[in-house]
C-alpha cells in the first residue's frame, strides 16, 4: 500500500471516536495492514480477515482470521463499529456480496471506509489513437470504432472525454 493511502485512512480514522471493534476486509500480515493505524490504538479490538490468515501480530495489538469476504457468518450482526477494506473490491468478482456481509456486520451508525484504486482522466492513449486511424477504413472502420469505446470503458471506473 502506497504510504500515501495509508495515511490517508489514518486521517479518517483519526476524526472518528475511539470506541469498540474495527474489522479489516482483505486484511493481510503486513506492516501496512490497516489494523496498524496509529489511529486505531485507543479501539477496544482489531479484527482482520483475509485468505493469508491465520496471523497472530506479535506486539498483540490485531488478530487476522483465515477467510473469504463473501462469508463472514463466523461474525454477528452488528459486531463492529468500523469496517475498513482497502485494495479488494476491484479484484473481487463478486464484491456486492462483500459489500453486503460488511454492511451486516456493521453496528448501527458503525462507519464503513472502503479505498479502491482511482484512475485519472484518461488521456489520448497511444493504442486508441490506432485504432481512430483504423476506423477511418472503410467496412471495417465502425467495428474498430466501436472497440475504442470498449476500450476506454474496460475498468471498473470510466475515464473522462
Known amino acids: 500500500m502506497h504510504p500515501d493511502i495509508f495515511d490517508a485512512f489514518d486521517e479518517l480514522c483519526r476524526k472518528l471516536p475511539a470506541q469498540g ?18 489511529s486505531l490504538s485507543g479501539w477496544a479490538s482489531r479484527t ?6 491465520p ?22 450482526d452488528g459486531a463492529f463499529d468500523l469496517v475498513l477494506c482497502n485494495s479488494l473490491l476491484e479484484h473481487d468478482a463478486k464484491f456486492w456480496l462483500t459489500l453486503a456481509e460488511a454492511h451486516r456486520i456493521a453496528a448501527p451508525g458503525a462507519w464503513m471506509v472502503f479505498g479502491v484504486p482511482g ?36 475498468s471498473l471506473t470510466l475515464g473522462l472525454q
Open 21 to 38: 471493534a474495527v474489522i479489516e476486509i482483505g486484511a493481510s500480515p503486513h506492516h501496512q495492514s490497516l489494523l496498524t493505524l496509529p
Open 55 to 76: 496471523y497472530e501480530d506479535p506486539y498483540k495489538r490485531f488478530t487476522i482470521l483465515e477467510g473469504n469476504a463473501h462469508d463472514l457468518r463466523r461474525f454477528q
Open 119 to 154: 484512475y485519472h482522466q484518461m488521456g489520448d492513449i497511444h493504442e486508441l489513437r490506432f485504432i481512430r486511424k483504423l476506423a477511418k477504413l472503410p467496412l471495417l472502420g465502425k467495428k474498430f470504432l466501436a472497440l475504442n469505446t470498449t476500450l476506454k470503458a474496460s
Open 48 to 53: 482482520g480477515i483475509g485468505l493469508d490468515g
